[in-house]
C-alpha cells in the first residue's frame, strides 16, 4: 500500500490468494498438494525407520559405529540438491528418485539425533538396571529406548522439515508434477503471486505437522516433561 515495495516482487496477500484460488479452479492445487505429501510421506517414514534403526545401532554396537560413523559424517554435508542429478541417473525421473532424495534427508537428521540420544545414556541408569538383573535385551527396550526417545523425538521433527525441504529439490527436477515443479514452472512464467501460493502452502504444512509432532511427543514421551 505505501508503494515502497514493487508489487511484481512481493505480492499483496490479496494477489496470492486470489492465485491460490485460480489454481483451485484449474485442479493443480490440490492436486500438487496430495502428490506431494504422498511423497514426503514415504520419504519421511523409510528415511525415519531407517535413521532410527541405525542410530540405535551405531550408538549401542561399537563396531558398527567405527564402521559407518566415518561414512554418514561425510554424507550429512551433502544437501540433497547436489544429489539430484546422480538420483536421476540411479532411477531416472519418476517418483522412485524423489523418494531417494527425501529419504536420504531425513535418514541423516533421525539417524544424528537417535545415534547422539543412544550414545548418552546415563551410566546411572545402565548400573542400576544391571544391578537388578536386567538382561541385555531388557536393559536396551526398557532402558536405552525410553531414555534416547526425546532424541529420538527431536529427530523426528526436525526430519519432518527436512522432508519438505528436499521435496523442493527433489521436484525442481524431472518432476512434472507437486509443489516445487508449481514454483518452478510459475518462475518460468514470472508469476510470483503463483510462487507464493507454493511457499505458502510448505510453511503451512511444515508447521502444522512440526505442532502434531510437539503434541504427539509431549504425551509418548511424558517422562521428558517430569
Known amino acids: 500500500m505505501s508503494g515502497l515495495v514493487n508489487p511484481d516482487f512481493v505480492p499483496a496477500p490479496t494477489v496470492i490468494l486470489a492465485a491460490a484460488s485460480e489454481q483451485y479452479k484449474e485442479g493443480v492445487l490440490l492436486s500438487d498438494l496430495r502428490i506431494s505429501l504422498k511423497r514426503s510421506a514415504v520419504g519421511f517414514v523409510l528415511g525415519a525407520m531407517l535413521g532410527v534403526f541405525f542410530g540405535l545401532l551405531t550408538a549401542r554396537l561399537r563396531p558398527v559405529g567405527y564402521m559407518l560413523h566415518p561414512i554418514l ?3 550429512r554435508p551433502i544437501p540433497a540438491i547436489a544429489l539430484a542429478p546422480l538420483a536421476i541417473v540411479w532411477f531416472g525421473i519418476g517418483e522412485p528418485s524423489k523418494y531417494f532424495l527425501i529419504t536420504y534427508t531425513v535418514f541423516l537428521a533421525v539417524w544424528l539425533n537417535t545415534d547422539h540420544g543412544a550414545s548418552h545414556v546415563a551410566t546411572t541408569y ?3 538396571s544391571r544391578s537388578l538383573g536386567a538382561g541385555t535385551w531388557r ?6 529406548v525410553p531414555a534416547a526417545a526425546p532424541h529420538i523425538v527431536s529427530g523426528l521433527r526436525l526430519g519432518a522439515a527436512l522432508a519438505f ?20 514452472e510459475s518462475r518460468q512464467f514470472l508469476r510470483t503471486d503463483r510462487m507464493f501460493v507454493g511457499l505458502v ?4 504444512l511444515g508447521g502444522l505437522l512440526d505442532f ?3 503434541q504427539i511427543s509431549r504425551r509418548v514421551v511424558h517422562w521428558e516433561q517430569a
Open 212 to 214: 502434531c509432532f510437539l
Open 126 to 128: 545402565i548400573r542400576a
Open 73 to 75: 559424517n561425510v554424507l
Open 201 to 204: 502452502q510448505l510453511g503451512l
Open 165 to 184: 525441504l528436499s521435496l523442493v529439490a527433489a521436484e525442481l527436477t524431472g518432476a512434472s508434477s507437486g509443489i516445487g515443479y508449481r514454483i518452478q
Open 139 to 144: 536393559e536396551f527396550f526398557e532402558v536405552v
